[in-house]
């Protein structure tokens, strides 16, 4: 079974100041990533996803992210954070092939951007 | 289209009463998710319905929770009787195919407090 770790609990960041979430999985296979995103009081919603390709996403609101398959990662970045970023940051992946289909999603990374 | 729509977005309820919580998904989507969030455990998947059929319901965490899906546009999830550490926020999602790699929509939540 696959399984995601994201290494970030709490992030404080001020606005302005680049942005670097880490989501490491562990799965022999290949698999599709998925970053959510949570906004307070909010449903989870896509913020950008990867099934094969080009390895560096690009996502909604200047979000990006990179599969590096040889780290098993697919870390979230954002160069330049604003107020409206402060959320709960989720990372998921599925097999592409085989295994349990079921998603599996990390813990969250909570971000709080200062004004 | 609404998105997948839950029902209630609130519930408050005593120790020991029937909890039903309402799921419609996307029209179209052959996949259904059972979710729970908490500040705890984060974000659990309880049961997974893939063409009204439950496909895996390892997540369930006790025979006080059944969720059934008696067609393609409506799924219920029930707790019978309630504990006050069943208390969280619950979500239903939905993906088109057969939820492989696909992306998830969620719905809003329902948000429940077992007193």
């Known amino acids: 079974a696959q399984s995601v770790s994201q290494h970030n609990h709490h992030v404080i960041l001020s606005e302005a100041a680049s942005l670097e979430l880490g989501c490491n999985y562990s799965y022999g296979g290949t698999v599709n990533l998925f970053w959510y995103v949570q906004y307070p009081g909010q449903h989870l919603q896509l913020l950008l996803k990867?099934?094969?390709?080009?390895?560096l996403v690009k996502g909604i609101k200047g979000f990006e992210a990179e599969f590096i398959k040889s780290k098993f990662s697919f870390n979230l970045r954002k160069p330049s954070v604003q107020w409206s970023d402060t959320a709960e940051y989720f990372c998921?992946?599925?097999?592409?092939?085989?295994?349990?289909?079921?998603?599996?999603f990390g813990r969250g990374t909570s971000l709080i951007v200062h004004p | 289209d609404a998105g997948v729509i839950q029902s209630p977005r609130h519930e408050v309820t005593e120790m020991g009463q029937e909890v039903t919580l309402r799921c419609k998904p996307i029209?179209?989507?052959?996949?259904l998710f059972w979710y729970r969030q908490t500040m705890m455990r984060g974000l659990e998947l309880l049961i997974y319905?893939?063409?009204?059929?439950?496909?895996?319901d390892s997540g369930m965490p006790e025979d006080r929770f059944s969720a059934k899906m008696p067609n393609a546009s409506f799924s219920t999830l029930k707790i019978q009787p309630s504990e006050p550490r069943d208390s969280a926020v619950y979500f239903c999602?939905?993906?088109?195919?057969?939820?492989?790699?696909?992306?998830?929509?969620f719905g809003p939540g329902t948000r429940l407090l077992v007193l």
């Open positions: 999602a939905s993906s088109a195919g057969n939820g492989i790699g696909e992306t998830q929509y």
């Open positions: 319905f893939n063409n009204n059929v439950p496909i895996d």
């Open positions: 029209s179209g989507h052959n996949s």
């Open positions: 998921a992946v599925t097999p592409s092939l085989g295994g349990s289909y079921i998603p599996t």
């Open positions: 990867y099934f094969s390709g080009d390895p």
